[in-house]
């Protein structure tokens, strides 16, 4: 193997970060968001990709958080010196390790970005938790502390430069916080399907921000041909127009039959099918750049069935 040969398998190399902290965030006695659910996931692909490449989530700077979120919410998260769990409000909890966990969760994303951008790696996925997409640049809200992939975008917009990052989104709730923080950003797409109605009641077709925001909702109940349609006839189509420079994924397993949360009727197929389409489209845009992180997913073995499918696929691809 000569030297080109060993630059191109390190650019197509996929990533995996994570960090022990992130199972330390402590929801409490029956909450849907345990740690369990990142155990399982890490599981699953330990068993069944040996060979992945593992790395230490590092610690989000507050000046990274800050590209997204306020002061107050910093603070609230950060500096609450809680001794034990806390509700921020009915479904989100705050532990006294909670923000260890929030600042690797968000740190991961930061990571990601930095190698694929740098050609430390093709691909990445943050295997980490509490997730993110409902996070507002001001609250914290639907068991998200900080919004992970958004600080990530950021990220990538400030340190790297880029002209147009997109963020694709599966997770079967709607990611309102995403939504909110770039409604107003040109640089920045958000596409999402997800069940609807359902918490947290956003996400509507009519949405659409400065043109940058395109939901793609479902009814309860929807299953593999329905959510295949919105992304192949109305999702893909627009962002594979966007032509981003970096490909972010929201990816939560809550829309598989298995979840207790929702009502949708997908398996793992599907959600190794939308991968496949999006690292395709990565390829023609952004050099196969995709940064995934882990959201939503509520049943353990939907979870190991899903994220399985979605990191053999940004593999193999």
Known sequence: MDGCDELRNVELSLRIYTHAACLAHDTGPGHPERPQRLGAVVE???????????????????????????????????????????PLDPDTVLSPASPEAALRAAGAGIAAVDAVMNGQAGTAFC????????????????????????????????????????????????????????????????FSSHQYPLYPGTGARQERGIGNIVNAPLPPGAGSRTFREAWRERLLPELDAFAPQLLFVSAGFDAHWR?????????AEDFGWLTGELHALAARHAAGRIVSMLEGGYDLQALREGSLAHVRVLIDS
């Open 259 to 267: 979840d207790p949360l929702a009502q949708m009727q997908l398996d």
């Open 44 to 86: 699953a692909l330990r068993d069944g990709l040996p060979d992945l490449d593992w790395h230490e989530a590092p610690r989000a700077t507050r000046g990274q958080l800050l590209r997204v979120h306020a002061a107050a919410l910093l603070a609230a998260v950060l500096e609450s010196g809680a001794d034990a769990p806390i």
């Open 127 to 190: 295997a980490v938790r509490p997730p993110g997409h409902h996070a507002t640049g001001g609250e914290a809200m639907g068991f998200c502390l900080f919004n992970n992939i958004a600080v990530a975008a950021a990220h990538a917009l400030d340190r790297h430069g880029l002209a147009r990052v997109a963020i694709a989104d599966f997770d079967v709730h709607h990611g309102n916080g995403t939504q909110a923080i770039f409604e107003h950003e040109p640089r920045v797409m958000y």
